[in-house]
Protein backbone atom coordinates (compact mmCIF):
# COMPACT_ATOMS: atom_id res chain seq x y z
CA UNK A 1 0.00 0.00 0.00
CA UNK A 2 1.25 2.99 -0.99
CA UNK A 3 1.77 6.34 1.30
CA UNK A 4 -0.66 7.86 -0.80
CA UNK A 5 -3.04 5.46 -1.08
CA UNK A 6 -2.65 5.24 3.21
CA UNK A 7 -3.69 8.47 3.81
CA UNK A 8 -6.48 8.42 0.93
CA UNK A 9 -8.22 5.49 2.95
CA UNK A 10 -7.91 6.58 6.45
CA UNK A 11 -9.57 10.11 4.76
CA UNK A 12 -12.69 7.94 2.87
CA UNK A 13 -13.15 6.14 6.42
CA UNK A 14 -13.48 9.41 8.51
CA UNK A 15 -15.46 11.06 5.76
CA UNK A 16 -18.08 7.71 5.71
CA UNK A 17 -17.94 7.61 9.31
CA UNK A 18 -19.13 11.16 9.77
CA UNK A 19 -21.57 10.79 7.24
CA UNK A 20 -23.39 8.07 9.02
CA UNK A 21 -23.43 9.99 12.27
CA UNK A 22 -20.44 8.57 14.24
CA UNK A 23 -19.39 10.78 16.88
CA UNK A 24 -16.90 13.07 15.74
CA UNK A 25 -14.65 13.02 18.83
CA UNK A 26 -14.18 8.71 18.14
CA UNK A 27 -13.60 9.32 14.31
CA UNK A 28 -10.71 11.36 14.93
CA UNK A 29 -9.33 9.93 17.47
CA UNK A 30 -9.16 6.54 15.69
CA UNK A 31 -8.29 8.09 12.29
CA UNK A 32 -5.65 9.04 14.47
CA UNK A 33 -4.58 5.78 15.70
CA UNK A 34 -5.02 4.34 12.02
CA UNK A 35 -2.94 6.97 10.84
CA UNK A 36 0.23 5.96 13.30
CA UNK A 37 -0.84 2.07 12.70
CA UNK A 38 -0.46 2.29 8.82
CA UNK A 39 2.74 5.15 9.05
CA UNK A 40 4.21 3.36 11.75
CA UNK A 41 4.84 5.74 14.11
CA UNK A 42 7.55 4.31 16.98
CA UNK A 43 6.61 4.38 20.70
CA UNK A 44 8.54 7.78 21.00
CA UNK A 45 6.58 9.47 17.89
CA UNK A 46 3.06 8.37 19.61
CA UNK A 47 4.21 9.64 23.41
CA UNK A 48 5.31 12.79 21.55
CA UNK A 49 1.91 13.17 18.96
CA UNK A 50 -0.34 12.59 22.76
CA UNK A 51 2.27 15.13 24.74
CA UNK A 52 2.20 17.93 22.12
CA UNK A 53 -1.22 17.11 22.06
CA UNK A 54 -1.97 17.85 25.38
CA UNK A 55 0.65 20.52 26.53
CA UNK A 56 0.46 22.69 23.67
CA UNK A 57 -0.26 25.88 24.61
CA UNK A 58 -2.07 27.12 21.75
CA UNK A 59 -4.72 23.72 22.14
CA UNK A 60 -5.05 24.57 25.78
CA UNK A 61 -5.76 28.08 25.04
CA UNK A 62 -8.29 26.61 22.84
CA UNK A 63 -9.99 24.05 24.86
CA UNK A 64 -10.39 26.39 28.16
CA UNK A 65 -12.02 29.60 25.14
CA UNK A 66 -14.43 26.37 24.41
CA UNK A 67 -15.08 25.77 28.06
CA UNK A 68 -16.06 29.34 28.71
CA UNK A 69 -18.03 29.72 25.90
CA UNK A 70 -20.43 27.19 27.56
CA UNK A 71 -20.44 28.83 31.06
CA UNK A 72 -21.10 32.08 29.10
CA UNK A 73 -24.20 30.60 27.18
CA UNK A 74 -25.48 28.66 30.48
CA UNK A 75 -25.14 31.91 32.46
CA UNK A 76 -27.42 34.01 30.10
CA UNK A 77 -29.97 30.90 29.63
CA UNK A 78 -30.19 30.74 33.57
CA UNK A 79 -30.52 34.51 33.83
CA UNK A 80 -33.27 34.43 30.97
CA UNK A 81 -31.30 37.62 28.98
CA UNK A 82 -31.82 36.26 25.76
CA UNK A 83 -35.47 35.59 26.26
CA UNK A 84 -36.25 39.26 27.59
CA UNK A 85 -33.68 40.32 24.15
CA UNK A 86 -36.31 38.93 22.09
CA UNK A 87 -38.93 41.10 24.13
CA UNK A 88 -37.03 44.20 23.66
CA UNK A 89 -36.93 43.90 20.09
CA UNK A 90 -40.84 43.41 19.26
CA UNK A 91 -41.31 46.46 21.64
CA UNK A 92 -38.69 48.31 19.58
CA UNK A 93 -38.85 47.01 15.88
CA UNK A 94 -42.19 47.90 13.90
CA UNK A 95 -41.28 46.03 10.56
CA UNK A 96 -42.54 42.26 11.07
CA UNK A 97 -39.67 41.58 8.21
CA UNK A 98 -36.64 42.96 10.66
CA UNK A 99 -38.24 41.31 13.62
CA UNK A 100 -38.46 37.84 11.53
CA UNK A 101 -34.77 37.98 10.80
CA UNK A 102 -33.33 39.42 13.87
CA UNK A 103 -34.74 36.69 15.84
CA UNK A 104 -32.85 33.48 14.42
CA UNK A 105 -30.10 35.96 14.64
CA UNK A 106 -29.87 36.94 17.86
CA UNK A 107 -30.30 33.54 18.95
CA UNK A 108 -27.62 32.62 16.63
CA UNK A 109 -24.74 34.88 18.12
CA UNK A 110 -24.93 31.81 20.35
CA UNK A 111 -23.04 28.30 18.95
CA UNK A 112 -25.77 26.34 20.45
CA UNK A 113 -25.79 22.93 19.01
CA UNK A 114 -29.22 22.56 17.13
CA UNK A 115 -30.18 26.32 18.34
CA UNK A 116 -32.40 26.54 15.50
CA UNK A 117 -35.19 24.81 17.22
CA UNK A 118 -35.03 27.71 20.55
CA UNK A 119 -36.10 30.39 17.78
CA UNK A 120 -38.78 28.72 15.77
CA UNK A 121 -42.08 29.59 17.80
CA UNK A 122 -40.82 33.23 18.03
CA UNK A 123 -40.56 32.58 13.80
CA UNK A 124 -43.85 30.94 13.89
CA UNK A 125 -45.76 33.19 16.10
CA UNK A 126 -44.20 36.72 14.37
CA UNK A 127 -45.30 35.21 10.88
CA UNK A 128 -48.91 34.49 11.57
CA UNK A 129 -51.44 35.83 9.41
CA UNK A 130 -48.46 36.90 6.35
CA UNK A 131 -49.20 33.98 3.82
CA UNK A 132 -45.45 32.45 4.61
CA UNK A 133 -45.46 28.56 4.25
CA UNK A 134 -43.75 26.31 6.17
CA UNK A 135 -40.91 26.05 4.19
CA UNK A 136 -40.29 30.30 3.98
CA UNK A 137 -40.96 30.02 7.96
CA UNK A 138 -37.79 27.50 8.14
CA UNK A 139 -35.35 28.95 5.54
CA UNK A 140 -35.98 32.29 7.47
CA UNK A 141 -35.42 30.12 10.69
CA UNK A 142 -31.92 28.35 9.29
CA UNK A 143 -31.02 31.02 7.40
CA UNK A 144 -30.55 33.84 9.38
CA UNK A 145 -29.68 31.92 12.67
CA UNK A 146 -25.96 31.22 10.74
CA UNK A 147 -25.18 34.87 9.31
CA UNK A 148 -22.07 35.23 12.49
CA UNK A 149 -20.78 31.95 11.90
CA UNK A 150 -18.14 32.66 9.88
CA UNK A 151 -17.15 35.76 11.89
CA UNK A 152 -18.03 35.33 15.57
CA UNK A 153 -14.77 34.31 17.73
CA UNK A 154 -17.01 32.35 20.07
CA UNK A 155 -17.62 29.63 16.94
CA UNK A 156 -15.93 26.58 18.07
CA UNK A 157 -15.06 25.87 14.35
CA UNK A 158 -13.34 29.16 13.67
CA UNK A 159 -11.81 29.17 16.65
CA UNK A 160 -10.09 26.19 15.71
CA UNK A 161 -8.96 26.56 12.32
CA UNK A 162 -7.22 29.88 12.84
CA UNK A 163 -5.41 27.92 15.45
CA UNK A 164 -4.57 25.42 13.50
CA UNK A 165 -3.32 27.49 10.68
CA UNK A 166 -1.48 29.43 13.57
CA UNK A 167 -2.72 33.03 12.37
CA UNK A 168 -3.77 36.05 14.49
CA UNK A 169 -7.46 35.71 15.44
CA UNK A 170 -8.03 39.27 14.19
CA UNK A 171 -6.45 39.28 10.91
CA UNK A 172 -8.97 36.32 9.39
CA UNK A 173 -11.98 37.89 11.21
CA UNK A 174 -11.45 41.45 9.97
CA UNK A 175 -11.87 39.91 6.09
CA UNK A 176 -14.55 38.27 7.21
CA UNK A 177 -16.34 41.14 8.65
CA UNK A 178 -18.54 41.92 5.91
CA UNK A 179 -20.18 38.31 5.52
CA UNK A 180 -22.93 38.96 7.98
CA UNK A 181 -23.92 41.75 5.73
CA UNK A 182 -23.91 39.92 2.62
CA UNK A 183 -25.90 37.03 3.94
CA UNK A 184 -28.56 38.96 4.90
CA UNK A 185 -28.63 40.47 1.46
CA UNK A 186 -28.33 37.55 -0.54
CA UNK A 187 -31.46 35.43 1.60
CA UNK A 188 -33.86 38.62 1.66
CA UNK A 189 -35.40 38.00 -1.70
CA UNK A 190 -36.22 34.12 -1.12
CA UNK A 191 -36.94 34.49 2.86
CA UNK A 192 -39.46 37.35 2.53
CA UNK A 193 -41.15 36.99 -1.45
CA UNK A 194 -44.81 36.96 -1.91
CA UNK A 195 -45.32 37.80 2.05
CA UNK A 196 -47.90 40.50 3.20
CA UNK A 197 -46.81 42.13 6.76
CA UNK A 198 -48.76 44.82 8.67
CA UNK A 199 -46.29 46.88 11.14
CA UNK A 200 -46.45 45.87 14.76
CA UNK A 201 -48.28 48.53 16.83
CA UNK A 202 -46.94 48.55 20.62
CA UNK A 203 -48.43 50.01 23.26
CA UNK A 204 -45.63 49.59 25.72
CA UNK A 205 -44.11 53.05 26.54
CA UNK A 206 -41.40 51.23 28.12
CA UNK A 207 -38.55 52.64 25.23
CA UNK A 208 -35.52 52.30 28.20
CA UNK A 209 -36.14 48.94 29.80
CA UNK A 210 -36.38 47.64 26.24
CA UNK A 211 -33.11 49.10 25.32
CA UNK A 212 -31.68 47.95 28.56
CA UNK A 213 -33.11 44.14 27.73
CA UNK A 214 -31.57 44.60 24.60
CA UNK A 215 -28.19 46.15 25.76
CA UNK A 216 -27.86 42.91 28.49
CA UNK A 217 -27.70 40.12 25.85
CA UNK A 218 -25.76 42.25 23.32
CA UNK A 219 -22.70 43.29 25.82
CA UNK A 220 -21.30 39.53 26.75
CA UNK A 221 -20.56 39.29 23.10
CA UNK A 222 -20.07 42.42 21.93
CA UNK A 223 -17.71 42.34 24.38
CA UNK A 224 -15.39 39.74 23.62
CA UNK A 225 -15.39 41.34 20.06
CA UNK A 226 -13.87 44.18 21.42
CA UNK A 227 -11.33 42.53 23.29
CA UNK A 228 -10.36 40.17 20.39
CA UNK A 229 -10.36 41.83 17.16
CA UNK A 230 -9.68 45.75 18.73
CA UNK A 231 -7.11 44.78 22.03
CA UNK A 232 -6.07 42.10 20.17
CA UNK A 233 -6.37 39.23 23.57
CA UNK A 234 -6.13 35.80 23.40
CA UNK A 235 -9.79 34.60 23.07
CA UNK A 236 -9.19 32.75 26.23
CA UNK A 237 -8.62 35.98 27.97
CA UNK A 238 -11.22 37.85 27.17
CA UNK A 239 -13.36 35.03 27.43
CA UNK A 240 -12.27 34.94 31.33
CA UNK A 241 -12.60 38.41 31.73
CA UNK A 242 -16.36 38.05 30.51
CA UNK A 243 -17.18 35.37 32.32
CA UNK A 244 -15.88 36.72 35.58
CA UNK A 245 -18.01 39.97 34.78
CA UNK A 246 -20.96 38.17 34.24
CA UNK A 247 -20.76 35.77 37.56
CA UNK A 248 -19.77 38.87 39.42
CA UNK A 249 -22.93 40.59 37.73
CA UNK A 250 -25.32 38.08 38.62
CA UNK A 251 -24.05 36.95 42.21
CA UNK A 252 -22.76 33.78 41.70
CA UNK A 253 -21.27 32.99 44.68
CA UNK A 254 -18.86 30.11 44.84
CA UNK A 255 -20.82 27.45 46.22
CA UNK A 256 -23.05 27.93 42.79
CA UNK A 257 -19.56 27.73 40.36
CA UNK A 258 -19.87 23.73 40.46
CA UNK A 259 -23.30 23.38 39.90
CA UNK A 260 -22.84 25.81 37.08
CA UNK A 261 -20.00 24.61 35.79
CA UNK A 262 -21.74 20.85 35.75
CA UNK A 263 -24.21 21.80 33.70
CA UNK A 264 -22.43 24.74 31.23
CA UNK A 265 -19.62 22.12 29.95
CA UNK A 266 -20.22 19.89 27.59
CA UNK A 267 -17.69 17.05 27.97
CA UNK A 268 -18.70 15.28 24.63
CA UNK A 269 -17.62 18.81 23.02
CA UNK A 270 -14.48 19.09 24.44
CA UNK A 271 -13.49 15.64 23.75
CA UNK A 272 -14.34 15.95 19.86
CA UNK A 273 -12.06 19.47 19.58
CA UNK A 274 -9.02 17.67 21.73
CA UNK A 275 -9.33 14.64 19.13
CA UNK A 276 -9.72 16.67 16.10
CA UNK A 277 -6.20 18.48 17.55
CA UNK A 278 -4.82 15.27 18.15
CA UNK A 279 -5.61 14.38 14.09
CA UNK A 280 -4.10 17.37 13.42
CA UNK A 281 -0.59 16.44 15.47
CA UNK A 282 -0.76 12.88 14.29
CA UNK A 283 -0.79 14.27 10.79
CA UNK A 284 1.68 16.26 10.85
CA UNK A 285 3.61 13.93 12.77
CA UNK A 286 3.58 11.23 10.30
CA UNK A 287 4.46 13.56 7.41
CA UNK A 288 1.49 11.77 5.40
CA UNK A 289 0.74 14.27 3.50
CA UNK A 290 3.67 15.39 1.53
CA UNK A 291 3.48 12.39 -0.45
CA UNK A 292 0.21 14.54 -1.91
CA UNK A 293 2.42 17.32 -3.04
CA UNK A 294 3.79 15.54 -6.14
CA UNK A 295 0.38 13.65 -6.78
CA UNK A 296 -1.42 17.18 -6.72
CA UNK A 297 1.48 19.13 -9.23
CA UNK A 298 1.32 16.33 -11.70
CA UNK A 299 -2.53 17.06 -12.04
CA UNK A 300 -2.01 20.53 -12.11
CA UNK A 301 -4.60 21.28 -8.98
CA UNK A 302 -3.81 25.16 -8.21
CA UNK A 303 -3.62 25.31 -4.50
CA UNK A 304 -6.11 27.94 -4.24
CA UNK A 305 -8.68 25.55 -5.54
CA UNK A 306 -8.03 22.95 -2.85
CA UNK A 307 -8.06 25.62 -0.27
CA UNK A 308 -11.40 25.93 -1.95
CA UNK A 309 -12.73 22.49 -3.09
CA UNK A 310 -11.73 20.42 0.03
CA UNK A 311 -13.25 22.15 2.96
CA UNK A 312 -16.47 22.84 0.44
CA UNK A 313 -17.34 18.98 0.19
CA UNK A 314 -15.69 17.78 3.92
CA UNK A 315 -19.07 20.01 4.88
CA UNK A 316 -20.64 19.22 2.04
CA UNK A 317 -20.76 15.41 2.83
CA UNK A 318 -20.66 15.37 6.81
CA UNK A 319 -22.45 18.63 8.05
CA UNK A 320 -20.35 19.10 11.08
CA UNK A 321 -18.47 22.63 10.78
CA UNK A 322 -15.34 20.71 13.18
CA UNK A 323 -15.53 18.01 10.60
CA UNK A 324 -14.01 20.32 7.73
CA UNK A 325 -11.76 21.70 9.99
CA UNK A 326 -10.01 18.21 11.16
CA UNK A 327 -9.77 16.86 7.96
CA UNK A 328 -9.26 19.15 4.98
CA UNK A 329 -6.86 21.71 7.38
CA UNK A 330 -4.48 19.23 8.25
CA UNK A 331 -4.05 18.50 4.99
CA UNK A 332 -3.76 21.73 3.10
CA UNK A 333 -0.97 23.11 5.82
CA UNK A 334 0.82 19.46 4.95
CA UNK A 335 0.68 20.80 1.42
CA UNK A 336 1.97 24.42 1.69
CA UNK A 337 3.45 24.67 5.06
CA UNK A 338 1.63 26.80 7.95
CA UNK A 339 3.80 29.65 6.80
CA UNK A 340 3.11 30.02 3.12
CA UNK A 341 -0.93 30.15 4.00
CA UNK A 342 -1.72 33.77 4.27
CA UNK A 343 -5.00 35.16 6.22
CA UNK A 344 -6.92 35.52 3.56
CA UNK A 345 -6.69 31.78 2.52
CA UNK A 346 -7.65 31.03 5.87
CA UNK A 347 -10.59 32.95 5.17
CA UNK A 348 -10.88 31.10 2.25
CA UNK A 349 -11.52 28.02 4.14
CA UNK A 350 -13.66 28.99 6.26
CA UNK A 351 -16.10 30.55 4.00
CA UNK A 352 -15.85 27.14 1.78
CA UNK A 353 -15.96 24.78 4.41
CA UNK A 354 -19.00 26.40 6.09
CA UNK A 355 -20.64 27.02 2.35
CA UNK A 356 -20.84 22.71 2.23
CA UNK A 357 -22.42 22.55 6.03
CA UNK A 358 -25.03 25.16 5.24
CA UNK A 359 -25.82 22.94 2.46
CA UNK A 360 -25.34 19.39 3.48
CA UNK A 361 -28.59 17.41 4.51
CA UNK A 362 -27.09 16.31 6.95
CA UNK A 363 -26.64 19.66 9.09
CA UNK A 364 -29.13 19.24 12.76
CA UNK A 365 -30.22 23.21 12.47
CA UNK A 366 -31.92 22.30 9.00
CA UNK A 367 -33.28 18.73 10.28
CA UNK A 368 -34.78 20.50 13.37
CA UNK A 369 -36.44 22.95 11.81
CA UNK A 370 -37.71 21.29 8.70
CA UNK A 371 -38.89 18.75 11.59
CA UNK A 372 -40.82 21.42 14.10
CA UNK A 373 -42.54 23.40 11.13
CA UNK A 374 -43.16 20.31 9.34
CA UNK A 375 -41.79 21.95 6.07
CA UNK A 376 -40.63 19.80 2.76
CA UNK A 377 -36.63 19.23 3.44
CA UNK A 378 -36.43 19.17 -0.35
CA UNK A 379 -37.90 22.28 -0.75
CA UNK A 380 -36.20 24.32 1.94
CA UNK A 381 -32.82 23.03 0.91
CA UNK A 382 -33.26 24.44 -2.81
CA UNK A 383 -34.28 27.30 -1.15
CA UNK A 384 -31.19 27.65 0.75
CA UNK A 385 -28.93 26.62 -2.76
CA UNK A 386 -28.91 30.10 -4.85
CA UNK A 387 -28.23 32.51 -1.65
CA UNK A 388 -25.63 30.16 -0.47
CA UNK A 389 -24.09 29.72 -3.52
CA UNK A 390 -24.20 33.65 -3.83
CA UNK A 391 -22.41 34.35 -0.19
CA UNK A 392 -19.56 31.90 -0.86
CA UNK A 393 -19.69 33.22 -4.38
CA UNK A 394 -18.80 36.88 -3.23
CA UNK A 395 -17.16 36.31 -0.55
CA UNK A 396 -14.32 34.22 -2.07
CA UNK A 397 -14.82 37.01 -5.05
CA UNK A 398 -12.77 39.33 -2.81
CA UNK A 399 -10.68 37.28 -1.15
CA UNK A 400 -9.20 36.37 -4.05
CA UNK A 401 -8.68 39.88 -5.21
CA UNK A 402 -6.54 40.46 -1.83
Known amino acids: MTEAIKLLFVFVVMVVLLMRRANLGAVMAGASCL ?6 LDLLAWQGVIVTTLTSVTNLNLLVALALIMVMEEILR ?30 GLLPSSGGAIFSAPMIAEVSSGSGATAEQKS ?14 PIYPAVLLIIQVFEKPLDSVLLLLLPTPVIAVLVGWPTAFRG ?16 LRDLAAGLAPIAIVLLLVLVLKLAAAAALT ?23 ALSVP ?41 LPFLVGLLTGAPQAFVGTAAPILIGL ?36 YFKADPGKVYRMAVVPELLLVGITLGYLLIL
Open 336 to 371: VGVSAVSPAMVAMVVVSGYGGVMLSPAHLCLVLTVS
Open 35 to 40: LGLLFQ
Open 269 to 309: VLVSVAAVLFFKEMLLATKAVAVLAPLLTAAHIPVVGLFIV
Open 195 to 210: LVFHPFHSDDPQLRRH
Open 139 to 152: FINYWYRHIWELVS
Open 78 to 107: REGILQRMVGALRGLVDNPRVVLATLPALV
Open 241 to 263: MVVAGLLFLHRYSPAKWLPLMRE
